[in-house]
């Protein structure tokens, strides 16, 4: 089993920062790749980074690319999500998700999700 606990998110004017982390339980974590979905109000959810279980691969949505940045601590069973040139069509409640590595698509296959922590940007 794990559990996924997300860092309160919160509220950040356009062009700013914001660093989301999603703190882990159980002591398999350091075999589960990790991403964070988003879902806008009256949205689908939509994959947003992920990470390997090994950290050598990442991978973003393309909205995202160059701005957000995934990483992990695996010593502190935890990921984060650096937030960075935020924009207003950034504004969402973000979640952390966890899969055993090795299943396949970036955008199935996840058993642990987080409880979700809402970012808004302000224009």
């Known amino acids: 089993q794990v559990q996924l606990v997300e860092s309160r998110g919160g509220l950040v004017q356009a062009g700013g920062s914001l660093r989301l982390s999603c703190a882990a339980s159980?002591?398999?974590?350091?075999?589960?790749?990790v991403a964070w979905f988003r879902q806008a109000t009256g949205k689908g959810r939509e994959f947003v980074a992920g990470?390997?279980?090994?950290?050598?691969?990442?991978k973003y949505v393309d909205s995202v690319k160059g701005r957000f940045t995934i990483s992990r601590d695996s010593a502190k069973n935890t990921v984060y999500l650096q937030l960075n040139s935020l924009k207003p069509e950034d504004t969402a409640v973000y979640y952390c998700?966890?899969?055993?590595?090795?299943?396949?698509?970036?955008?199935?296959?996840?058993?642990?999700w987080g409880q979700g922590t809402q970012v808004t940007v302000s224009s």
């Open positions: 998700a966890a899969r055993p590595r090795y299943a396949g698509s970036w955008y199935s296959s996840y058993d642990y």
């Open positions: 159980g002591r398999t974590f350091s075999v589960y790749d």
């Open positions: 990470i390997t279980w090994d950290s050598v691969i990442t």
